[in-house]
């Protein structure tokens, strides 16, 4: 039966009564069965999995044998562990620094990419292609031959192969060229500030321009303020995913976090207690508080937000 | 007509629960499900290694499957670390493979966590284990009940690059040094070539360092396996030792150290260095990554001391408890290990073959790197060996990682040694679990 005839039909029908009341409960069951697969999904792979964690973070989980409770063990062990201490420590750097990097760096190529050039949309793709690669495990693996001993980074800085240093290998460096990796992938954010600046109206430059304004002044006085709620909305997208940063320092490091835990990224202590250690209490617990820490910040950022996201209604 | 539109909502109300109990389904099932009603069953065999070895078994498991056409053989293999990674998820969920490899570092995780098949019914009797060198017999008890069996016989050992040796003008160190005399003969390479170094840096070796604790009269583990048997000075002693032989040339810097983990990277393998630490059929690995011929032999010893190395099974057959078909497992594992044919294509591949039959049947020439493995575990002597430790307790695994990561702090000069071993011994005394 087609739409139309169901809306002819519904038409005849005198006003609603009693057999329309079970129709529109008939509705409301097939609106349920439409959004059954969806539900299913968010209860299986998201509500269950996350209240299972929850619990298990009170408990000792082996992997092996079924867990037994514990209360806040767990979380108390959190503050007393140096190494946990010092993964934190190392994330909240790399959050620090290269997120930052990543915006200004991404923001720049988008004010150039946005001067109207010729071949544009070949430069976009261009310089978005690192962010299609960057996540993978091939370009971390790549990056590990890069800036090890015999790398191309050592090779066109003309160490000898023997004086030469480990970038990797080197607990001062090692994450540097993580970070270094992060700040590469700007393309996501890129793009996005390369929508904002095409949204920005021209007329606003014209009338600046006609006031005298340098191209510099147009920059600060009328593209940075209409642009940052961008900026805020790529702030907390990447601070969100830096504190979740794995896959680099997995592969970087060899999967153990080293040299001497200098690049145990949160996440990465995380796995190893769960799934090396047979620790997947702790490793929930870690998972909590990663989780009330990503939540605290990104609530810093909004309030924060208040006093220099400008919004032009 | 009213039916004629409600058909279509039942139909859809059907539909979209089958999808979502089958996905409910899908999610909760995976387990292995072989019963063929015609007799004919799936075994999943899993190990880590390298590609040599995946060549090997996977050729003795094609023979297996030619010889048994009731038994379809899946595999699941992978590089250590990974395995392992892999195999803890698996085992959470009830579907580890049949037959597996388990290695010692963590044999007492999952044997002592009921994820291993009790194997006492099967040995002897499915499973042949007459012919194992007296050594190795025990190698695969935890608790009195028999887990694992034996792969191959392992002891530790000083691998040797004669020619780089003659390149830096020394002479090969001699089988009776001490450590001190080994230390002094690293650093006087190191000393007169720039850029070379004796030894290569066992510091961050728990391995290494059982041999040096065994030698100073203890083991490393007490006997309940729930906390460290030494006392802080024989650590301390031990990474003083490798810090002056990092501070005068005898073992290289740091970051070379941190660099050189892998075969392919090691300091050996790199013309670094003419000597490194290894496990004895290590030989093979590194000598197909070398053109010079390496030589084995044993470690250094300590003026007085007793005996620290051993022979030992570390790696083994073990059978998932949550095996449908543990019988045909078990005789799986006795083609492994005892059938000539398995034996021929496997041949060092695992290691030393932990019976005297099996290497017999090798016949080995002796000028190969497979050759000096098996003379070199048959000539190690009471001298050597002591009476091999028990196994390896829960936890081990995370304190062997500890040790490295200590090991590295200290040689990059984030912490001093007297911090480093009060946090090891901490940190084992919360990882220790006994068995």
Not at chain 1, 253 to 280: E, H, I
Not at chain 2, 351 to 374: C, F, H, W, Y
């Amino acid at each position: 039966m087609s739409a139309l005839g169901e809306l002819a039909r519904l038409r005849r029908q005198p006003a609603p009564h009693g057999p329309a009341t079970a129709r529109s409960k008939a509705d409301e069951r097939a609106s349920w069965v439409f959004l059954a697969p969806w539900i299913t999904g968010l209860l299986v792979i998201t509500i269950v999995p996350m209240a299972a964690s929850l619990w298990l973070s009170f408990t000792e989980y082996n992997l092996l044998q079924a867990p037994s409770w514990i209360g806040l063990d767990n979380y108390q062990r959190l503050f007393q562990d140096p190494r946990m201490h010092n993964a934190l420590w190392v994330t909240s750097r790399y959050v620090a620094i290269s997120v930052p990097l990543q915006l200004l760096l991404s923001l720049g190529l988008a004010v150039l990419l946005n001067q109207g050039m010729r071949g544009l949309a070949l430069y976009r793709s261009a310089y978005y292609l690192p962010s299609l690669l960057g996540g993978s495990v091939a370009i971390a693996v790549l990056w590990r031959q890069m800036f090890g001993h015999d790398g191309l980074v050592n090779q066109v800085l003309g160490f000898g192969s023997i004086e030469g240093r480990s970038w990797i290998s080197d607990p001062s460096t090692a994450l540097g060229t993580i970070m270094t990796l992060n700040v590469w992938t700007f393309g996501a954010p890129m793009i996005i500030f390369l929508a904002g600046l095409r949204q920005i109206p021209n007329m606003y430059y014209e009338a600046a321009s006609v006031d005298g304004a340098s191209r510099f002044r147009q920059f600060r006085s009328v593209t940075l303020p209409l642009l940052t709620p961008i900026i805020f909305f790529n702030l907390v997208l990447q601070v969100i995913g830096a504190f979740q940063a794995f896959t680099d320092a997995f592969v970087i490091s060899g999967g153990d976090g080293g040299p001497s835990d200098s690049t145990m990224f949160y996440s990465l202590y995380l796995y190893l207690q769960g799934f090396r250690n047979f620790d997947m209490g702790y490793a929930a617990a870690m998972a909590w508080l990663l989780l009330a820490l990503v939540a605290a910040f990104t609530a810093i950022n909004f309030a924060v937000s208040k006093y220099w996201v400008f919004y032009d209604d | 007509m009213s039916t004629g539109k409600l058909r279509p909502r039942r139909w859809l109300t059907h539909a979209a629960t089958a999808a979502a109990a089958s996905l409910l389904l899908a999610a909760c099932g995976g387990g292995s499900d072989n019963a063929e009603g015609d007799g004919s069953i799936t075994l999943r065999v899993g190990w880590y290694g390298g590609d040599p070895l995946h060549a090997a078994l996977e050729e003795a498991l094609d023979q297996y499957q030619q010889d048994n056409p009731d038994v379809t053989v899946e595999v699941s293999r992978a590089a250590f670390a990974d395995y392992f990674d892999r195999l803890a998820t698996e085992t959470a969920g009830r579907s580890g493979p049949d037959v597996t490899r388990m290695s010692m570092s963590y044999f007492a995780d999952y044997a002592g966590r009921s994820a291993l098949q009790p194997l006492d019914d099967l040995v002897g009797d499915t499973i042949v284990v007459d012919g194992l060198d007296e050594d190795v017999q025990e190698s695969g008890v935890l608790n009195d009940e028999y887990f694992g069996v034996p792969q191959s016989v392992i002891s530790h050992a000083l691998l040797i690059d004669p020619e780089l040796l003659a390149t830096l003008g020394a002479e090969p160190p001699s089988p009776e040094w001490t450590w001190d005399q080994y230390a002094e003969w690293a650093k006087a390479i190191g000393q007169a070539n720039p850029g070379f170094y004796g030894s290569s840096d066992m510091g961050g070796q728990l391995q290494a360092f059982e041999v040096w604790v065994r030698q100073h009269g203890s083991e490393l583990f007490t006997e309940d396996g729930t906390g460290l048997a030494f006392d802080r000075s024989v650590l301390e002693d031990w990474w003083t030792y490798w810090q002056s032989m990092r501070d005068e040339g005898g073992a290289p810097p740091a970051d070379i150290t941190a660099d050189s983990d892998t075969f392919e990277t090691s300091v050996l393998t790199q013309g670094l260095a003419p000597s490194t630490y290894v496990f004895v059929q290590q030989i093979m690995f590194f000598q197909a990554l070398n053109e010079h011929p390496l030589e084995l032999q044993p470690m250094p010893t300590t003026e007085g001391g007793d005996p620290g190395q051993f022979l030992k099974a570390l790696d083994f057959w073990s059978i998932s408890s949550t095996s449908e078909h543990p019988e045909e497992a078990a005789e799986l594992i006795d083609y492994l290990v005892n059938d000539p044919q398995a034996i021929q294509t496997i041949g060092l591949n695992l290691g030393v073959p932990p019976s005297q039959e099996a290497r017999d049947q090798l016949d080995t020439d002796p000028a190969t790197p497979e050759g000096k493995a098996i003379a070199y575990v048959e000539s190690l002597g009471d001298d050597r060996v002591g009476p091999p430790p028990g196994p390896w307790p829960r936890g081990y695994g995370e304190l062997l990682a500890l040790f490295t990561k200590l090991g590295e702090d200290i040689a990059f000069g984030s912490t001093d040694i007297g911090a480093a071993s009060e946090q090891f011994f901490s940190e084992a005394d919360r990882v220790l679990e006994g068995f």
